[in-house]
């Protein structure tokens, strides 16, 4: 029986008295009909691309899957949550969690994308000695190129203005790259106790008998715990590498700035 419920004839492949497959897809035996017809849903990863190999097999061995139990347990092994399922069952809060990564991530990318054209900026400025009106460092060197030598102290206030108008754009998002990790994971607890509360309404309602009614509201508080922590990590690695970047390019203003005041004394 094809997957629309029609009746053709095809090749079939099959394992003893285990398993059929057809095109690299799991039969099961319908015994009213006598006829074999596609599961509703295939198991994923490596049982189903064991039977797609035995079908195309061209040696004379293949390592494959197969059911002792005739269907009984792969039916209840493609019963399995996805990938996509298993973050549907996080609920809206879950749903959340995962919109701060993307929102965090994204906002890393692009501080990653700026300090490092900021990085090759200064690389190239220094390198060659040619600095752009509009660069950092450029508007250090003007000002150092303008002092006369009389007046130190403005020389030194100038350049730290140059340099605090520069640190902002240095250290954007990171604060709040910061602060989604450290939100990530309490979102992921307030989950957790969401789902146990269910957990708890369903023992009071219907008690303990069947633990599929309990398995909604604690699939939840363990999904919101994993997704808050997953969350977590990847965003305090982002925030580290960028804080780490940005303190380089400021640490490179300073010390170009501290070497224009050195040489304003002997000026």
Same mark, same amino acid.
């Given at each position: 029986?094809?997957?629309?419920?029609?009746?053709?004839?095809?090749?079939?492949?099959?394992?003893?008295?285990?398993? @059929?497959?057809?095109?690299?897809?799991?039969?099961?035996?319908?015994?009213?009909?006598?006829?074999?017809?596609?599961?509703?849903?295939?198991?994923?990863?490596?049982?189903? #691309?064991?039977? #797609?190999?035995?079908?195309?097999?061209?040696?004379?061995?293949?390592?494959? !899957?197969?059911?002792?139990? #005739?269907?009984?347990?792969?039916?209840?092994?493609? %019963?399995?949550?996805?990938?996509?399922?298993? &973050?549907?069952? =996080? $609920?809206?809060?879950?749903?959340?969690?995962?919109?701060?990564? +993307?929102?965090?991530?994204?906002?890393?990318?692009?501080?990653?994308?700026?300090? #490092?054209?900021? @990085?090759? +900026? &200064?690389?190239?400025?220094?390198?060659?000695?040619?600095?752009?009106?509009? @660069?950092?460092?450029?508007?250090?060197?003007?000002?150092?190129?303008?002092?006369?030598?009389?007046?130190?102290?403005?020389?030194?206030?100038?350049?730290?203005?140059?340099?605090?108008?520069?640190?902002?754009?240095?250290?954007?998002?990171?604060?709040? &790259?910061? *602060?989604?990790?450290?939100?990530?994971?309490?979102?992921?607890?307030? $989950?957790?106790?969401?789902?146990?509360?269910?957990?708890?309404?369903?023992? +009071?309602?219907? =008690?303990?008998? %069947?633990?599929?009614?309990?398995?909604?509201?604690?699939?939840?508080?363990?999904?919101?715990?994993?997704? =808050?922590?997953?969350?977590?990590?990847?965003?305090?690695?982002?925030?580290?590498? *960028?804080?780490?970047?940005?303190?380089?390019?400021?640490?490179?203003?300073?010390?170009?700035?501290?070497? !224009?005041?050195?040489?304003?004394?002997?000026?």
């Amino acid at each position: 029986m094809s997957k629309s419920g029609e009746l053709v004839n095809t090749d079939i492949v099959r394992i003893g008295v285990f398993n @059929s497959v057809s095109d690299g897809d799991y039969l099961n035996l319908v015994s009213e009909q006598n006829v074999l017809e596609y599961l509703a849903k295939q198991p994923e990863g490596s049982i189903r #691309r064991s039977a #797609r190999k035995l079908q195309n097999n061209d040696v004379e061995y293949r390592e494959v !899957f197969i059911d002792p139990t #005739r269907g009984s347990l792969l039916s209840k092994l493609i %019963d399995r949550a996805g990938f996509f399922e298993r &973050i549907n069952q =996080g $609920g809206f809060v879950g749903y959340i969690i995962l919109l701060i990564l +993307t929102a965090g991530l994204a906002m890393g990318v692009l501080q990653f994308l700026f300090l #490092r054209n900021e @990085s090759q +900026t &200064i690389e190239n400025e220094l390198g060659s000695g040619n600095y752009s009106e509009s @660069s950092t460092l450029g508007k250090l060197n003007s000002i150092y190129s303008k002092y006369k030598g009389d007046t130190p102290e403005e020389l030194e206030a100038q350049l730290e203005d140059v340099l605090a108008k520069a640190a902002p754009a240095l250290e954007k998002n990171l604060s709040i &790259i910061k *602060l989604l990790a450290a939100v990530a994971p309490l979102l992921g607890l307030l $989950g957790t106790v969401i789902g146990m509360i269910e957990t708890f309404q369903a023992i +009071t309602l219907f =008690g303990t008998g %069947d633990p599929k009614l309990m398995a909604g509201g604690i699939s939840q508080a363990l999904v919101t715990t994993m997704l =808050g922590l997953i969350a977590a990590v990847p965003l305090l690695f982002v925030h580290n590498i *960028l804080d780490s970047r940005s303190r380089a390019i400021s640490q490179i203003y300073e010390e170009q700035a501290i070497g !224009f005041v050195a040489s304003s004394s002997v000026k």
